[in-house]
């Protein structure tokens, strides 16, 4: 169990939304926790990139070659 420390206006408007929808407040709390988690799908991090091209055409082959004909690019 944990205990949550909310403002009183905050901890007044549970209360009130609790009552009219006939919920605890926990019960509220837990329900609006399920449908932000559906609806806000996670951000990406700088994580979910690693390995996005491990497949791609353009880096297959000698990453030496390949780096030559980029800067081969450039001139």
């Not at 006939?22 to 799908?41: F, G, R, T």
């Not at 353009?58 to 070659?65: A, L």
Request: glycine share 2%.
């Amino acid at each position: 169990m944990q205990t949550l420390k909310l403002k009183d206006d905050v901890a007044t408007q549970l209360q009130q939304v609790a009552e009219q929808t006939h919920l605890s407040a926990n019960d509220l709390i837990k329900k609006l926790l399920c449908k932000y988690a559906v609806e806000e799908p996670p951000k990406k991090t700088l994580n979910d990139f690693f390995g996005i091209l491990k497949d791609s055409p353009t880096f297959r082959g000698d990453p030496i070659e390949i780096q030559r004909k980029m800067r081969d690019e450039w001139d």
